[in-house]
């Protein structure tokens, strides 16, 4: 049926002039002398073909400028590239349009190599000039780039300067130990085709989704082919690509990456198991255990990569900002500010029947927030405890708890302990979780009422009004190392979720992690670095602002005609290499 639905589109678009669809896709430029290439380790592949993919929701832009949203991030990072790049499955820093970097002594100047002789994907040359020009607008306040948070260092704006067509200098204001990774994010952008805009204060206004192809460049290995609002996206292979693979021929190897809006996973679960599209980045333990039943006979593969780096988590009210007429609430905080309380509630939680039974063992328990996804920062140290009843009740006793004959807790002024979970109810996951808890710590003596919000009011009542008890939330990142990440573990950060808009550390351990954080945002040798670190995951562990649950596994798939398929936890999932991947014959 949608394969029928697609021909009639591409009839449509024959019967109303548009044939560029049909247009031959650009063949692969041949290496010419004074082109530094960066050569692929992968496995040789063969040109050709469609790769078909499913995006939850249109893109809103084309611009890198203005990109917060996650389709226009996935459609524009198979389309631009950056100067240095975090390796999917290192997630190390590796080289990228820059070959090649230095470091000054004091941590303060970065000095990155450009390769020569590359080109964008309308056949322009690259340069130094295209470097600079990217950064100047990612710094202007006016062009109001999401990214230039991440461009001001110890206060200050990057300083970028051209020290000849194929060097490029910056300057930091203080050393910044994640420097090297903030290369990643930006994707390099034609100067040719928007100084003019620039000039004209019109540059966050280029690259709509009206925008012609042709007006639109980038170092990524596609480019944009076509864009049929409502149905799907094309891009096209960028003939002038910088990388090559063994043998030195010019990647990609696909000559098309298609993008079908569907709008849920089940959808596209549906979609994937009738062979519409080739590629599934994430599904749900449920969906991965019904597409295990078609596995051999529908001949594609499953993968489960293992933990991820998103982690669910418990937090109580610790606010000192309430609601109006909150003496309830106060009270209750009472409880919720003991250590000992929140370590007894993580002691009786079964964590390993989180697992079974919300993700079907396709999950890994947490103790606290680092995932044994990451690989470069996890402190592999730290106890984790099995669930034990015994243990919670004593330390409930110690702190002067006492049960009644019913078994029913109280606390040291005879009041019966009871509390609220607020969830979202669009995510099954985590309601399973919370009525988990509920169950878990009825054993106890505590009661738990479990509150399905939809997802907004969970946010405005954690984020905005601080009008709940607990809550279940998850976080996760883009990158492993710890500073994005900053903001939720500095007690002034926008997301300490436990204790929003603290004008001073509310307790001494968060005093410490707020003085390790930032001393690691400066130490520029890794291995002190990760001794700072290692110190904030124990205290997390131990102090327990947030309960750590559960990380769920990656879960993907793809037919077995995709050669070069290597998902990995870092975004994309499937993609990160989409210049590797071709379809076998």
């Not at 919670?392 to 609220?420: C, I, M, Y």
Request: aromatic share 8%; proline share 6%.
């Amino acid at each position: 049926m949608i394969r029928t639905a697609f021909r009639c589109i591409l009839s449509f678009a024959l019967l109303s002039g548009t044939s560029f669809l049909w247009a031959a896709t650009p063949t692969p430029q041949p290496v010419v002398a004074g082109e530094e290439l960066l050569s692929t380790g992968n496995a040789i592949g063969e040109y050709g073909g469609r790769l078909v993919v499913a995006l939850r929701a249109e893109p809103k832009t084309f611009n890198p400028l203005n990109a917060i949203d996650q389709p226009s991030r996935d459609i524009i990072g198979r389309m631009s590239s950056d100067l240095l790049h975090i390796h999917a499955i290192s997630q190390q820093t590796v080289p990228a349009l820059a070959k090649s970097w230095k470091v000054s002594p004091d941590g303060l100047k970065y000095t990155l190599t450009l390769r020569r002789g590359l080109r964008f994907s309308d056949g322009h040359p690259f340069s130094a000039d295209d470097v600079v020009f990217t950064f100047r607008l990612h710094l202007d306040e006016k062009v109001h780039s999401p990214q230039r948070d991440l461009l001001v260092i110890g206060g200050r704006p990057i300083a970028v300067k051209k020290l000849n067509a194929s060097t490029v200098e910056f300057q930091l204001a203080k050393p910044y130990a994640a420097a090297e990774r903030i290369f990643d994010s930006i994707a390099i952008l034609p100067q040719h085709l928007l100084a003019k805009a620039y000039q004209g204060g019109k540059v966050s206004e280029m690259w709509s989704l009206n925008s012609s192809p042709g007006d639109i460049a980038g170092m990524g290995p596609f480019r944009l082919k076509e864009y049929i609002p409502g149905q799907q996206l094309v891009l096209e292979r960028n003939p002038y690509f910088w990388k090559v693979d063994q043998k030195k021929r010019r990647l990609p190897y696909l000559d098309q990456l298609v993008f079908l809006f569907v709008p849920s996973e089940d959808a596209q679960v549906l979609r994937f198991q009738g062979g519409e599209t080739d590629l599934l980045s994430r599904m749900s333990a449920e969906n991965y255990a019904v597409l295990e039943k078609d596995q051999q006979a529908k001949a594609f593969q499953l993968q489960d990569v293992g933990p991820s780096l998103e982690f669910n988590f418990l937090f109580f009210n610790l606010n000192s900002v309430l609601p109006k007429d909150s003496l309830e609430l106060q009270r209750k905080q009472s409880w919720f500010q003991q250590v000992a309380f929140r370590q007894a509630v993580s002691s009786a939680i079964d964590r390993s029947g989180i697992i079974r039974l919300v993700y079907r063992d396709r999950a890994t328990p947490l103790w606290f927030h680092v995932t044994p996804a990451n690989k470069l920062w996890l402190n592999a140290t730290i106890p984790q405890p099995p669930r034990s009843v015994a243990h919670a009740r004593e330390l409930l006793k110690a702190a002067g708890f006492t049960w009644k004959d019913d078994g029913s807790l109280l606390d040291a002024t005879g009041n019966a302990v009871e509390f609220s979970i607020v969830t979202s109810a669009s995510n099954a996951q985590r309601t399973k979780m919370a009525t988990i808890i509920q169950d878990d710590l009825k054993e106890i003596g505590i009661k738990v009422n479990v509150v399905p919000l939809e997802f907004k009011a969970v946010l405005d009542r954690v984020f905005q009004t601080h009008n709940y008890e607990a809550a279940i939330l998850a976080l996760g990142g883009g990158d492993v190392d710890p500073n994005p990440q900053m903001n939720v573990w500095m007690s002034s950060g926008s997301s300490h979720v436990w204790d929003l808009g603290e004008t001073k550390p509310a307790t001494t351990w968060e005093a410490e992690i707020d003085r390790l954080m930032s001393l690691q945002l400066s130490t520029v040798r890794p291995k002190e670095r990760k001794k700072l670190y290692d110190s904030v995951q124990t205290i997390v562990a131990d102090k327990l602002p947030i309960i750590c649950l559960a990380s769920p596994n990656l879960l993907v798939g793809a037919k077995k005609s995709i050669g070069n398929f290597q998902p990995a936890i870092l975004d994309h999932a499937t993609l990160w290499n989409a210049e590797q991947l071709y379809l076998k014959k």
